[in-house]
């Protein structure tokens, strides 16, 4: 039964009367149902049975009061008139009209009167009794009643047995009423009269505002009302419930901790976990990802809902979860027990309403999960030596028009319309078996007429799996008599010469047409970088950086790339932003970095647009809007930009795209199908980091589901202690707020200083 009774209700405006039945009772109480003293454990009346039958069934709630156990426990004139009494006192706002309830309140008997009434308020100023009924009779918007009312024991327990205390409970409480009711303390108005019962003793509150539009009461507002009422009286006892909690939270996370630690024991000797569990977490992934709409529990479809229950149930099946909940259950019944001496029968965690956030935890860490990718291998190094590949196609800085060649060279250089028109074919993505067949011809009759660009490109063609079967015999020939042109041309156009000694520098680095010879490239990338060529100089910027021809230097490489980036080389800039980025030769400066990033982005770009990029240009750009590098992360154009490089067989791009989709990033949803197919192929064009990633894709993914399992224990028990938490926390500012008015009272009783409040920057 409830050890505190706390009724709210209001009176509207054209409210006249209440229900007459009792307006007797209510005017005669004493002599309608007298109960002499030598008769107190007579049996009831049939006048009380049928008074009391008529008000029990008016007022069924007044079945949950003590007086009404210890009626039906003894069924006596003495407990029936006593609960007559309360029943009718706690209802004495619905029977009788609002200004005969403000003057019954006041004057009835047992009301602790100061002076000639019993009526109180917010100052200790004399209240007019008659003009206060007349006020709320006439006052034209809703009139709000409070009842609180204690058991004899708690009441002289608790040291609520007077009108002080009782008084000064109310006036702690009524800015929370004002708050719940929606009132503004400037125009709040309130009477209360304390009933000094012999059974319950009681206050009555009359509340009201000012302003007649004013005042709203809800549900939520009526139970906050309610247990803040509750909070402040039974502070004592709340006090040592709290101490309690420590010991159970400290239980809580003990069993907590316990539970994880079996689990990775359990999940690093790999011993067999819930099947049904692991069954059912990527089933919820599927449907989420296929979902629309709010990845909440409340927006999802039945089937999908029906599979979040059932992880929960899982979940909640488990032992140290069902001891958490238990411990759970267990103080929720001693803080219930504050209150009410009932039972509570809790329902099963899954059903608690108090609970209801576990299932959209469990929505959000499914749609999250990713399997932990391994480390991502540094491959910069790898894919520098052909980032400068297409420069020959359309170097700036030169004149495209015209011949150059001199007198007694076999060879020219020249940019033709039929040379250029034989680029666009050699550089096409994909091209049909006769633009294959025009760009040889194309290029066939400028070598025959001594173009070294078509000798060199020649070389290329042959060394292509895109124009059939290579020929190593052929391209070899081809890029001898190129190198051999490059050279002659070198000695005679002095106009060319800085882009004559940079190409002979790339068929020595690379060895083409001749052995490879890291120190002769870096000779001529030298005389060419010196006199300003900036593809020379990015060129000499990565011999300095990887120690190619020459003695590892990084601030040589920074200075060379720096040259070469200010006359606008994209790669140049990428570089420099790297070393930005990681520290390297330089102090680390994301600013500098980005800065630089977003200089190689933008050339890039150009490059794609003049159709100028190959795969290595495109991966580039694909790891930049991966990893937000010059630009915003952009994960849908990255992965774009991995397909295009994937076109032409980069294995970095397929390796890439394949730990997007088995790994998951923003936007894209994990998708083993897919990333096995683009790891294969990675795998297929040599990549070794693509063979360890396949090799190992089973292992990530039983990680993954293990993973989450652990983490969906570990939220679930945290949920539980926050919970506990919360509930703690406002027990303790209750007891808080009890302890300092304690403290502050028994100061000035020995007449000590009252220390003004630290004041707490926010």
Same mark, same amino acid.
């Given at each position: *039964?409830?050890?505190?009774?706390?009724?709210?209700?209001?009176?509207?405006?054209?409210?006249?009367?209440?229900?007459?039945?009792?307006?007797?009772?209510? #005017?005669?109480?004493?002599?309608?149902?007298?109960?002499?003293?030598?008769?107190?454990?007579?049996?009831?009346?049939?006048?009380?049975?049928?008074?009391?039958?008529? +008000?029990?069934?008016?007022?069924?709630?007044?079945?949950?009061?003590?007086?009404?156990?210890?009626?039906?426990?003894?069924?006596?004139?003495?407990?029936?008139?006593?609960?007559?009494?309360?029943?009718?006192?706690?209802?004495?706002?619905?029977?009788?009209?609002?200004?005969?309830?403000?003057?019954?309140?006041?004057?009835?008997?047992?009301?602790?009167?100061? @002076?000639?009434?019993?009526?109180?308020?917010?100052?200790?100023?004399?209240?007019?009794?008659?003009?206060?009924?007349?006020?709320?009779?006439?006052?034209?918007?809703?009139?709000?009643?409070?009842?609180?009312?204690?058991?004899?024991?708690?009441?002289?327990? *608790?040291?609520?047995?007077?009108?002080?205390?009782?008084?000064?409970?109310?006036?702690?409480?009524?800015?929370?009423?004002?708050?719940? !009711?929606?009132?503004?303390?400037?125009?709040?108005?309130?009477?209360?009269?304390?009933?000094?019962?012999?059974?319950?003793?009681?206050?009555?509150?009359?509340?009201?505002?000012?302003?007649?539009?004013?005042?709203?009461?809800?549900?939520?507002?009526?139970?906050? /009302?309610?247990?803040?009422?509750?909070?402040? /009286?039974? #502070?004592?006892?709340?006090?040592?419930?709290?101490?309690?909690?420590?010991?159970?939270?400290?239980?809580?996370?003990?069993?907590?901790?316990?539970?994880?630690?079996?689990?990775? $024991?359990?999940?690093?000797?790999?011993?067999?976990?819930?099947? @049904?569990?692991?069954?059912?977490?990527?089933? +919820?992934?599927?449907?989420?990802?296929?979902?629309?709409?709010?990845?909440?529990?409340?927006?999802?479809?039945?089937?999908?809902?029906?599979?979040?229950?059932?992880?929960?149930?899982?979940?909640?099946?488990?032992?140290?979860?069902?001891?958490?909940?238990?411990?759970?259950?267990? *103080?929720?019944?001693?803080?219930?027990?504050?209150? =009410?001496?009932?039972?509570?029968?809790?329902?099963?965690?899954?059903?608690?309403?108090?609970?209801?956030?576990?299932?959209?935890?469990?929505?959000?860490?499914?749609?999250? *999960?990713? /399997?932990?990718?391994?480390?991502?291998?540094?491959? =910069?190094?790898?894919?520098?030596?052909? $980032?400068?590949?297409?420069?020959?196609?359309?170097?700036?800085?030169?004149?495209?028009?015209? @011949?150059?060649?001199?007198?007694?060279?076999?060879?020219? /250089?020249?940019?033709?319309?039929?040379?250029?028109?034989?680029?666009?074919? &050699?550089?096409?993505?994909?091209?049909?078996?006769?633009?294959?067949?025009?760009?040889?011809?194309? +290029?066939?009759? $400028?070598?025959?007429?001594?173009?070294?660009?078509?000798?060199?490109? %020649?070389?290329?063609?042959?060394?292509? =799996?895109?124009?059939?079967?290579?020929?190593?015999?052929?391209?070899?020939?081809?890029?001898?008599?190129?190198?051999?042109? &490059?050279?002659?041309? $070198?000695?005679?156009?002095?106009?060319?010469?800085?882009?004559?000694?940079?190409?002979?520098?790339?068929?020595?680095?690379?060895?083409?047409?001749?052995?490879?010879?890291?120190?002769?490239?870096?000779?001529?990338?030298?005389?060419?970088?010196?006199?300003?060529?900036?593809?020379?100089?990015?060129?000499?910027?990565?011999?300095?950086?990887?120690?190619?021809?020459?003695?590892?230097?990084?601030?040589?490489?920074?200075?060379?790339?720096?040259?070469?980036?200010?006359?606008?080389?994209?790669?140049?800039?990428?570089?420099?932003?790297?070393?930005?980025?990681?520290?390297?030769?330089?102090?680390?400066?994301?600013?500098?970095?980005?800065?630089?990033?977003?200089?190689?982005?933008?050339?890039? %770009?150009?490059?794609?647009?003049?159709?100028?990029?190959?795969?290595?240009?495109?991966?580039?750009?694909?790891?930049?809007?991966?990893?937000?590098?010059?630009?915003?992360?952009?994960?849908?154009?990255?992965?774009? &930009?991995?397909?295009?490089?994937?076109?032409?067989?980069?294995?970095?791009?397929?390796?890439?795209?394949?730990?997007?989709?088995?790994?998951?990033?923003?936007?894209?949803?994990?998708?083993?199908?897919?990333?096995?197919?683009?790891?294969?192929?990675?795998?297929?064009?040599?990549?070794?980091?693509?063979?360890?990633?396949?090799?190992?894709?089973?292992?990530?993914?039983?990680?993954?589901?293990?993973?989450?399992?652990?983490?969906?224990?570990?939220?679930?028990?945290?949920?539980?202690?926050?919970?506990?938490?919360?509930?703690?926390?406002?027990?303790?500012?209750?007891?808080?707020?009890?302890?300092?008015? !304690?403290?502050?009272?028994?100061?000035?009783?020995?007449?000590?200083? @009252?220390?003004?409040?630290?004041?707490?920057?926010?």
């Amino acid at each position: *039964m409830r050890r505190i009774i706390v009724t709210t209700r209001y009176l509207k405006p054209s409210y006249k009367k209440g229900l007459s039945n009792y307006m007797k009772y209510i #005017a005669t109480r004493e002599g309608s149902v007298a109960v002499q003293s030598n008769s107190q454990n007579a049996p009831v009346t049939a006048k009380q049975q049928a008074l009391l039958l008529s +008000l029990l069934t008016d007022f069924p709630e007044s079945k949950e009061s003590q007086t009404y156990r210890n009626y039906t426990a003894s069924p006596t004139q003495h407990s029936a008139s006593a609960l007559i009494s309360e029943i009718t006192e706690h209802n004495a706002d619905r029977i009788i009209t609002k200004e005969k309830y403000v003057s019954y309140i006041a004057t009835r008997p047992g009301a602790v009167k100061s @002076e000639q009434h019993g009526l109180f308020s917010q100052t200790d100023e004399p209240i007019d009794l008659n003009a206060v009924a007349r006020e709320i009779a006439n006052h034209t918007g809703n009139v709000w009643t409070h009842v609180v009312s204690l058991r004899r024991d708690d009441a002289q327990r *608790m040291g609520y047995d007077n009108l002080t205390a009782w008084r000064n409970l109310v006036k702690r409480q009524m800015p929370n009423i004002a708050k719940q !009711m929606k009132i503004d303390l400037a125009h709040l108005r309130w009477y209360a009269a304390f009933h000094d019962k012999e059974t319950n003793p009681h206050v009555h509150i009359v509340v009201y505002s000012t302003d007649p539009k004013e005042g709203f009461l809800t549900e939520h507002g009526i139970e906050k /009302i309610r247990s803040r009422f509750a909070n402040d /009286i039974y #502070a004592d006892e709340l006090h040592h419930i709290y101490a309690q909690q420590r010991d159970v939270r400290d239980r809580l996370k003990k069993l907590s901790a316990e539970r994880m630690r079996a689990l990775v $024991e359990q999940i690093t000797a790999g011993q067999p976990q819930d099947a @049904e569990l692991l069954r059912l977490i990527p089933l +919820l992934s599927r449907q989420l990802s296929n979902a629309k709409g709010k990845k909440q529990y409340g927006y999802l479809k039945p089937e999908v809902k029906q599979t979040v229950d059932a992880i929960f149930t899982r979940i909640a099946a488990d032992e140290t979860i069902r001891q958490m909940y238990a411990a759970w259950c267990e *103080m929720e019944q001693a803080k219930h027990d504050v209150y =009410s001496s009932a039972k509570v029968q809790f329902p099963d965690l899954t059903d608690n309403p108090q609970f209801r956030s576990v299932k959209n935890m469990i929505v959000k860490t499914v749609a999250v *999960m990713q /399997i932990a990718p391994p480390p991502e291998p540094d491959i =910069s190094p790898s894919i520098v030596e052909n $980032e400068d590949a297409l420069v020959e196609i359309q170097p700036d800085g030169f004149d495209f028009e015209g @011949e150059y060649t001199a007198e007694g060279v076999t060879y020219r /250089i020249e940019w033709s319309k039929a040379y250029k028109q034989a680029c666009k074919l &050699f550089y096409k993505k994909h091209k049909t078996d006769a633009e294959k067949q025009e760009c040889l011809h194309l +290029l066939q009759a $400028e070598a025959d007429a001594g173009n070294v660009l078509a000798l060199h490109d %020649l070389g290329k063609l042959y060394d292509s =799996s895109s124009f059939g079967k290579p020929d190593a015999e052929r391209s070899t020939k081809y890029y001898q008599k190129a190198l051999t042109g &490059f050279l002659e041309l $070198e000695d005679f156009v002095e106009s060319m010469k800085p882009y004559l000694q940079y190409r002979i520098g790339k068929m020595f680095a690379y060895g083409l047409g001749t052995e490879q010879d890291d120190a002769a490239a870096f000779s001529w990338f030298q005389k060419s970088a010196l006199v300003g060529n900036k593809f020379a100089q990015h060129s000499i910027a990565n011999c300095y950086r990887f120690g190619k021809g020459t003695e590892p230097d990084l601030s040589k490489a920074f200075r060379w790339y720096k040259a070469a980036a200010e006359k606008g080389m994209p790669y140049s800039a990428y570089a420099l932003a790297r070393m930005y980025e990681t520290g390297e030769t330089v102090p680390q400066d994301d600013d500098k970095a980005q800065q630089n990033y977003r200089e190689a982005l933008s050339g890039f %770009l150009m490059l794609v647009h003049k159709g100028q990029a190959d795969g290595n240009l495109l991966y580039k750009l694909g790891r930049m809007f991966q990893r937000g590098l010059g630009t915003d992360i952009d994960v849908s154009k990255a992965v774009n &930009f991995y397909r295009q490089a994937a076109e032409y067989r980069n294995g970095w791009a397929e390796y890439q795209l394949g730990r997007l989709y088995l790994f998951g990033a923003d936007g894209i949803t994990p998708d083993r199908e897919q990333a096995v197919e683009w790891v294969t192929r990675s795998v297929e064009d040599g990549n070794e980091y693509a063979e360890q990633l396949l090799q190992h894709m089973e292992d990530y993914q039983n990680q993954m589901l293990t993973d989450t399992v652990f983490r969906l224990f570990l939220n679930v028990g945290k949920i539980i202690e926050d919970n506990y938490d919360r509930s703690g926390r406002v027990a303790q500012s209750k007891v808080d707020s009890k302890l300092r008015r !304690m403290i502050r009272r028994k100061k000035m009783e020995l007449g000590m200083k @009252e220390e003004p409040e630290p004041i707490h920057n926010i």
